[in-house]
């Protein structure tokens, strides 16, 4: 660890901005500082001069994981991961990301644009809010940042220099871990809902599913193919109603296109499932499902309008510009996401760091029944995966999958 | 590249071994030294005690293709990828390797076991030579190389270093081009037989194997499976009637295995095509062809069986144990081993670099026969790779795409 890094206080935080960016805030402005980090790695000091409201954030990795404490040691370099994809991210999707004003490799540290008027999408979700624009931002987002990072664009140097940059074996071994092993086996970090340990135990024994996640396991561990986001859940996504901006790219590494479109779709749909317990009224639910699912049709499609056109663009590669190719290139893409999704979705209910969407529930009936629907579903989008032609025959699953308990 | 750097004289061989090596001659034998290489990217310096016998290589990479010349520039670090994948190759398979004596990065030079009683296992395939421990030491080679190197084996950690350790975007890029797009389409490089320009143009035009190639190109350039050896055809193996050396593996990195198997497999199938020519007598061509197919069968099932033992005793990730999934993971690098070996022939016959099996056969009308066989093969593999289960439908298929010609 560099001998300067510590954990910053609320304090010298604001002393840090003062001195690193001295013409951000006025001279002799009164400057608030809060530690606002709910995460599991990081501080994050939202610094504020209330008289004028400019604001940042100074976002400050910690040498451990903070939801376990000292006893599990991260290294310092996934706060350089992340400030380095903001930036590419930031120039390729201008205003999709926060602006990163500053970066401190010492104290692994990186300052940003602050994006408190907006919400984590989950709770969005969770409220049954809807986004006009999220699935265009999202598409354009997948299409840019996946495409302009991948040998389809770059040259084979380029990509080669970029893999090197983004090495990430520590935040990649989480996901190995806790996405791809862990809820395949009784593992001491699952957390799941008693009531449900039947489904579970099913799915542990189930060694077709346990191939087919091996797969894709693999395939994440061994596909360089973009620089991808590498934590795209709707935690990791702040919205109003107008913008969107993806945070958190800590996890970035070159890995397969789908881990990223498939983390969106499946938290998607574990909103989806969560609203069998979180939405009584029926027509309300059905309704609001109706447009969780527009939504991911929206994402995939307007994702794969945008790609088509960036690669008609761009693409000079003579191989890559072999009739029927870029079709084929985007089915396997499409059926990688569904594989991706299903994982992510088993992975939120009986693994380590379950999500709100559902662990909010009540009663645990309740909860089950949602947890039932996320986990069929999930273990659908594995098998099958490769049936999938078309995003609508995702959604198709989706829906018939979640009939069993919602009618 | 570093200010010592430069190219040796036969002197200055001699003057480095004694300075470096002090221990390895006596210090008053006289030595004899001739640069014998005839690669087209390096100088081999053969430094020998004539009265004792003892001998050394030095072999030092140079800033350009030698073939091409000072136009061509490369940098020296393939010369520390060759030097470390000789040394992880040496401990995963003592013997198979030469043994590395000692290595400098500054002058970009390795010294290593002298293997001149040994021959290039492709001269001895074109003089109908037969090696009866061929098939076993290219099976523990490629199973123990490939299975020790990859995530199967290594933490993913120790994997991930691995993979930046042997990042080499420039032979990468001599692969990618001259292997899976050059002979494509109409380059410059290209340089082929003029009376198969037919069959050359018909690949040209052929766009679902223009789609499938870029498949495999793909997947050469994305998927870091394991350490490859990256360039194993037959002038890359050295043979006595007993031993067998690998040499050569300055083109190594983190890629599919099937690369590595495909390349081998490419070269023996076309032999396989060359004794269309180079064998007038059709028993001895029958009977020596037979031999080829047998020593793909073995090599290729003598590795699956090292591979699965390797597999049964070291693989403790509860994923990789899936039922099933190791079969599955044998079946996709059987096909994809099928895929580069299409890929590898059409290249040898069309692009850059062509092998001496093929190029030595007189007059032109007979070495086109050969060569369409080799072309016919590779199309086939490329097209049929999904549907080959064994090793014997592969051997099959060359059996049936070379009988056109032979009868």
Redesign the interface.
């Known amino acids: 660890m560099p001998a300067v890094y510590h954990p910053l206080t609320e304090e010298e935080a604001v002393q840090y901005v003062r001195s690193r960016l001295p013409g951000f805030f006025f001279p002799d402005a009164q400057l608030f500082s809060r530690e606002i980090g709910d995460g599991n790695l990081n501080l994050v000091f939202r610094v504020l001069d209330a008289s004028t409201k400019r604001s940042l954030i100074v976002k400050q990795a910690l040498p451990y994981a903070r939801v376990v404490g000292e006893s599990w040691p991260l290294t310092l370099d996934r706060a350089r991961i992340e400030s380095e994809a903001l930036k590419i991210e930031g120039e390729l999707v201008p205003g999709r990301v926060p602006r990163v004003y500053h970066d401190d490799p010492e104290l692994a540290l990186t300052v940003m644009e602050d994006c408190s008027d907006h919400i984590i999408l989950r709770k969005g979700l969770i409220a049954r809010k809807r986004y006009p624009h999220l699935a265009e931002h999202m598409a354009e987002f997948l299409a840019r940042t996946l495409f302009f990072t991948s040998?389809l664009y770059l040259s084979?140097?380029e990509?080669?220099?970029r893999?090197?940059q983004f090495?990430?074996?520590?935040t990649?071994?989480i996901a190995?871990d806790l996405a791809?092993?862990h809820p395949?086996?009784d593992a001491d970090t699952n957390s799941f809902n008693p009531l449900i340990r039947r489904d579970v135990e099913a799915i542990w024994k189930d060694?077709?599913l346990?191939?087919e996640?091996?797969?894709l396991?693999?395939r994440f561990?061994?596909?360089?193919?973009a620089l991808v986001h590498g934590d795209l859940h709707t935690g990791s996504i702040m919205v109003t109603e107008q913008d969107t901006k993806v945070i958190d790219p800590e996890f970035a590494y070159y890995g397969p296109m789908g881990f990223d479109i498939g983390a969106l779709l499946a938290n998607l749909f574990l909103s989806y499932a969560s609203h069998e317990g979180l939405t009584e009224d029926p027509d309300e639910r059905r309704s609001y499902r109706r447009w969780l699912l527009q939504t991911a049709e929206d994402v995939w499609n307007g994702f794969l309008e945008r790609f088509y056109r960036l690669w008609d663009e761009h693409v000079k590669?003579?191989?890559?510009s072999?009739?029927?190719?870029r079709e084929?290139?985007a089915l396997r893409l499409l059926q990688d996401s569904a594989g991706f999704a299903g994982c992510k979705m088993m992975r939120r209910v009986i693994g380590l760091a379950p999500v709100a969407d559902l662990e909010t529930i009540e009663p645990l009936e309740v909860r089950a029944a949602a947890e039932r629907q996320a986990l069929r579903i999930g273990v659908q989008l594995v098998l099958r995966r490769g049936q999938m032609r078309r995003i609508e025959d995702i959604t198709a699953l989706v829906r018939r999958e979640g009939e069993g308990e919602c009618g």
Do not use: L
């Open positions: 040998d084979p140097e990509t080669k220099a893999v090197r090495i990430n074996p520590e990649c071994k190995e791809f092993s395949h086996y060694d077709a346990r191939r996640v091996a797969v396991k693999e561990m061994t596909c360089g193919q590669d003579a191989m890559w072999a009739p029927g190719y084929g290139y």
